[in-house]
């Protein structure tokens, strides 16, 4: 199912009047500033949501970083708003592909070979869920993000590289 690009975000936050943009040609990092990517970065303090890494462990594995998911896939009808953002790395990120919430918790409760590629455990997989499923609820917004500072610390980080 093809979303337009001006289609309503189908998470109940947004089901105000905004819009997703659902669009395909938006990659690249370019679908979010790098102030905004920092804030959710720093709200998520820096580390994986799911398996628990931050840039450190990463980087001494020799993997890629962390990267920004949708918890509400664009393809299931998500937007870019804050509180449809959690931060995971890239290899856990990969292998959620466009599976819903839902979808990719029970995979991983049913999958121990999955969970023990990741490095996670069941406890961690509810964590997580708990964690994703609180975000949807908040209805966080960019407003949040700079009412609670996290822009700041984004602006001072992005201006001391």
Not at 52 to 70: I, Q, T
Not at 106 to 122: F, M, Q, T, V
């Amino acid at each position: 199912m093809k979303k337009s690009p001006t289609q309503k975000c189908s998470c109940k936050i947004c089901t105000s009047g905004r819009t997703g943009k659902a669009s395909r040609k938006q990659t690249g990092g370019k679908w979010i500033t790098p102030t905004k990517r920092n804030a959710v970065l720093f709200l998520d303090k820096r580390c994986c949501q799911l398996c628990g890494r931050d840039e450190v462990d990463l980087k001494a594995a020799k993997e890629r970083g962390l990267s920004l998911d949708h918890i509400t896939c664009h393809s299931h009808g998500g937007c870019n708003e804050v509180h449809n953002l959690i931060v995971v790395c890239v290899r856990c990120n990969t292998k959620r592909g466009a599976r819903t919430l839902s979808q990719w918790v029970k995979l991983l409760r049913n999958d121990e070979a999955l969970r023990k590629e990741l490095g996670i455990n069941r406890k961690e997989v509810d964590r997580f869920n708990r964690r994703a499923t609180k975000r949807m609820k908040s209805g966080f917004t960019t407003k949040d993000l700079k009412e609670k500072g996290h822009y700041k610390k984004a602006k001072d980080f992005l201006a001391k590289k």
